[in-house]
């Protein structure tokens, strides 16, 4: 079964939208600073219902080049998230293996 991009309405497999949503819409993903901690924390929100996910990055407290050299990557997990909850809470890929 197929995903639905929440962005721009294109439908494709889980594997397709998932690089589709990190290479298309990463400006989709916040960054902010953690006072306390240093860390930088990566949020994406779900269009559908405002639910969202935080993911803290570490290693860019030390290495500021760190989200530079791992954008992409970084996308693609926070971009996972979002599709593990588009198909449990929205019903999106349902019948996918």
């Known amino acids: 079964m197929s ?4 962005y721009c309405g294109l439908r ?4 397709t939208m998932h ?13 902010s600073l953690h006072e306390r901690s240093g860390y930088t924390i ?3 929100t779900c269009l559908l219902c405002s639910a969202s996910w935080e993911q803290p ?9 760190f ?3 791992y954008a992409y ?9 979002l599709l593990h909850h588009l198909r449990g809470e929205h019903g999106e890929g349902g019948g996918e293996r």
């Not at 995903?3 to 929440?6: A, E, I, M």
């Not at 494709?12 to 594997?15: E, K, L, P, V």
């Not at 690089?19 to 960054?31: M, R, S, T």
């Open 12 to 15: 494709a497999d889980r594997g």
């Open 3 to 6: 995903f639905t991009c929440p």
């Open 42 to 44: 990566a949020t994406v």
């Open 57 to 65: 990055i570490r290693k860019a407290r030390r290495d500021p080049r």
């Open 73 to 81: 990557e970084i996308r693609l997990v926070l971009f996972d998230l």
């Open 19 to 31: 690089a589709h949503l990190a290479e298309v819409h990463g400006d989709q993903i916040a960054f």
């Open 67 to 69: 989200l530079e050299e």
